[in-house]
């Protein structure tokens, strides 16, 4: 069975870092592509960060970057979004999900990815 499992969420002051980690079972991490998606309530999931499997290339949304940084380990089957410098409105339920076959052109597209995790809470205090 393929599944995907989030850890690290957590609640952390304005200002703070958390390492969220996304493991995989059922298939190897570094075969597919792998997304970061978050959902705070009343909004809708939107990207935060995504890896490409061939040259392991990343992309972040603007919201992000030079905050979030994600990696893998493909020995663990894990991949990694390093957090820091957390805002309260980074707070938001964080999710891993696993991309089959799409371009990377679609890959911050929710709808592109295949299989999805339960998700982990993130809140920043201010």
């Known amino acids: 069975e393929v599944q995907l499992v989030e850890s690290g969420g957590g609640v952390v002051q304005t200002g703070g870092s958390l390492r969220l980690s996304c493991t995989a079972s059922?298939?190897?991490?570094?075969?597919?592509?792998i997304g970061w998606f978050r959902q705070a309530p009343g909004k809708e999931r939107e990207v935060v960060s995504c890896?490409?499997?061939?040259?392991?290339?990343?992309y972040y949304a603007d919201s992000v970057k030079d905050r979030f940084f994600i990696s893998s380990d493909n020995g663990k089957d894990t991949v990694y979004l390093q957090m820091i410098s957390l805002k309260p409105e980074d707070t938001a339920v964080y999710y891993c999900?696993?991309?089959?076959?799409?371009?990377?052109?679609?890959?911050?597209?929710?709808?592109?990815?295949?299989?999805w995790g339960e998700g982990t809470q993130v809140t920043v205090s201010s």
């Open positions: 890896i490409s499997p061939s040259d392991r290339s990343t």
């Open positions: 999900a696993l991309d089959l076959n799409d371009p990377w052109s679609q890959l911050h597209l929710a709808s592109s990815y295949d299989v």
């Open positions: 059922g298939f190897t991490a570094d075969e597919y592509a």
